[in-house]
């Protein structure tokens, strides 16, 4: 059973208010309770729906082959023919991308001119030898060359492998190492809150410390404020394009189950965890839940505020809602970014229809005041959706009420990197809202509650999320027939399923409330981080001894929190900045702890296991209750005032 050995079920007190669609939005909506009736019907051949909103070079006949586990087998299509080719004959001259750059500027793609980018930086990087299957890693800020990027990637059968500027070079490497990725496509830098931060140097440091030889492409983004020089195998993006500007690049024909990209996310072992997604499911997926659940028309702009780094910008704001033909608001840079109306600013400036983004900025925003928005006119706004973390009754209404005016559907959408879409979350023209409860699992799949031993628990209860039923977006993984044929022993009542690592409580009538992760993995503003990376990380910094690292309070609006046991002497200062550099230079300086305690002692187990749970209530303020029969009992009090008090 995943993790979890210190998770105790609870039973859920949970309010039961339930809010109906507005009238309003349901009229409009693009999907009524009857197509979804299909799958109570049909079963996994309702997904049709889903692999229908594609067009495919080689039309699919069997919508899941439940042997080997995939989806639309025998279809083919190309993922950037799918996103920009044809849309060209209906709207060649809306706006695909719009963008809103840090230094505020302002930059427009319409779908010809994209797709013509997308020619020719597919024709360039060709030229420069990349072939369907090469894995081309991608790291840049959220700017309109990382969607041609991946579009280009994706239109001559190359899978991009996009890595989160924030990582450090050390992180990259690894990720470059892992997938044995020959070529990488990086800016000159990025800004974080207004300073230049140069990649040229870590993309350096990368190409010194791999085994394979790197193809480098730059692409400008500092402009003058940066200088750097070329190496051999570097190329300027700009010139690249424009060498090949004119031509155009026939879209590769894909196998629905190829690669259509890697994410790296955090798992559960101390490393990156690989995760594959495919051209077909995952673009059915994403297609489908941008249609049903994000409810995006083409005819829409839409802002997701999400980095393209994650899960989230690659699902929902490049292949989803370009597959659909929709104006995408691109921004770069954090969704809180000051001045404090400038995120109301663009929805107004822009008439924003959907808004996507996470409880974590939310929560700034509501902290800010609700003067801040109340100065720009939201009525554009048609549907709100959070995405990232569990959102709690009080923030999901003040969404609602001062962003919404009561007139837009929330979607609380519950989702993970390695299901490629949404899975659990309402339909927002079909389903009532429940404040702090994502909702049921979308149509067509099951999900279902367990303890340890995999026996369901009765609704109300809190225990083990797991997703009994297939999905198109779901990653190579677990398609492939080894892991296919492994996980159905999980559960003993399941033909398959799939554990998520998430705790949740569900009731009779299948709304599920989301508790968090129960494995090794933290949630932190959104972001996921692997406790035993960051552990071990902690660890190899010299006087450091044992560490644990487990996840704050939101509210208290503190996040990673890492306890360690330095030497007898140590220097505390000195400990503290050492830790702080080891993830900085490892991970990235986003991964860094929010807190870091030093203590004499961690608390124990008697069979002498670091108790994490412990650790986690007195990092939350939560109630301790009896510790007696730790090893060492007397420590905590010790640990308790040292993280909580200033
Ligand atoms: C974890 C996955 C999904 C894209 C962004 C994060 C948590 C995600 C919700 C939600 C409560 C949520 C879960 C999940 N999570 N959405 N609506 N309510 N929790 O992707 O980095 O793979 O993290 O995010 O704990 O397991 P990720």
């Not at 849309?87 to 427009?108: F, I, M």
């Not at 579009?151 to 997938?179: K, N, P, Q, W, Y």
């Not at 879209?251 to 798992?267: C, H, K, N, Q, W």
């Not at 149509?443 to 999320?465: C, F, I, K, R």
């Amino acid at each position: 059973m995943a993790g979890g050995e210190e998770f105790e079920l609870e039973t859920g007190e949970l309010p039961a208010e339930r809010i109906a669609p507005p009238q309003s939005f349901m009229e409009q909506a693009n999907v009524t309770p009857a197509q979804l009736q299909r799958f109570t019907e049909e079963g996994v051949d309702a997904w049709e729906m889903a692999g229908d909103l594609l067009t495919w070079d080689e039309p699919y006949r069997t919508v899941f082959d439940e042997d080997a586990g995939d989806w639309f087998p025998d279809g083919q299509l190309n993922a950037a023919a799918n996103c920009l080719d044809r849309h060209l004959a209906d709207r060649k001259n809306q706006r695909a991308l719009v963008w809103e750059g840090q230094l505020g500027e302002t930059r427009t793609e319409t779908y010809l001119e994209l797709s013509r980018k997308v020619n020719a930086f597919a024709a360039g990087l060709r030229d420069l030898g990349v072939e369907a299957g090469d894995v081309v890693t991608l790291h840049m800020p959220v700017i309109p060359e990382l969607v041609v990027a991946m579009l280009a990637c994706a239109r001559i059968g190359a899978v991009h492998a996009v890595v989160f500027a924030g990582f450090s070079a050390e992180a990259l490497a690894t990720r470059m190492a892992e997938s044995e990725s020959a070529y990488l496509v990086v800016s000159d830098g990025y800004y974080r809150r207004g300073d230049a931060v140069s990649l040229t140097n870590r993309a350096e440091t990368v190409r010194a410390g791999l085994d394979q030889e790197v193809t480098t492409v730059v692409v400008d983004r500092l402009d003058d404020r940066h200088q750097y020089s070329l190496g051999d195998r570097d190329h300027r993006y700009e010139e690249l394009l424009a060498a090949h500007s004119g031509e155009t690049v026939d879209p590769v024909t894909r196998a629905a189950t190829d690669e259509l990209f890697l994410i790296y996310t955090s798992g559960t072992t101390g490393k990156p965890k690989r995760v594959t997604h495919t051209t077909g499911g995952y673009l059915a997926h994403t297609a489908w839940t941008s249609h049903a659940v994000l409810d995006i028309e083409p005819s829409d702009t839409y802002l997701c505020t999400a980095d393209i780094g994650w899960i989230t910008g690659h699902s929902y704001i490049v292949y989803g809602p370009l597959a659909l033909g929709a104006t995408v608001l691109l921004r770069e840079g954090e969704a809180d970014q000051t001045p404090k109306t400038k995120l109301w600013e663009l929805v107004e400036k822009h008439a924003v229809d959907i808004l996507y983004t996470s409880p974590t900025a939310i929560r700034t925003f509501m902290k800010w005041g609700e003067e801040y928005p109340a100065e720009s006119d939201l009525s554009s706004l048609r549907l709100l959706g959070t995405v990232g973390e569990p959102i709690n009754p009080e923030v999901w209404r003040w969404l609602y009420e001062q962003i919404g005016n009561e007139e837009c559907p929330v979607v609380d959408t519950w989702w993970q990197t390695e299901t490629g879409g949404h899975l659990i979350t309402t339909i927002p023209g079909v389903d009532e809202m429940q404040p702090g409860t994502a909702g049921p699992p979308l149509p067509g799949v099951e999900a279902t509650v367990v303890d340890e031993t995999g026996t369901d628990v009765d609704p109300n209860t809190g225990g083990y999320l797991a997703i009994e039923t297939p999905w198109p977006g779901m990653p190579r993984e677990l398609s492939t027939e080894t892991r296919w044929a492994e996980t159905s022993d999980v559960l003993p009542d399941s033909e398959w399923a799939y554990m998520t690592g998430d705790g949740a409580v569900m009731v009779e009538d299948e709304y599920v409330t989301i508790l968090g992760r129960v494995d090794d993995v933290i949630n932190v503003g959104g972001r996921r981080y692997g406790t035993l990376e960051l552990e071990s990380i902690i660890i190899g910094v010299e006087d450091v001894a044992e560490a644990a690292v487990v996840s704050g309070h939101e509210d208290h609006g503190q996040g990673i929190y890492a306890y360690a046991n330095p030497a007898a002497g140590a220097d505390e200062t000195a400990v503290r900045a050492a830790i702080n550099r080891a993830i900085e230079q490892q991970i990235g300086s986003f991964a860094r702890p929010d807190r870091i305690v030093l203590t004499p002692e961690l608390p124990k187990t008697s069979s002498g296991k670091i108790m994490r749970r412990l650790l986690t209530d007195i990092a939350r303020g939560n109630d301790l209750g009896d510790t007696s029969a730790l090893r060492n009992p007397e420590v905590v009090g010790e640990i308790d005032s040292a993280t909580n008090s200033d």
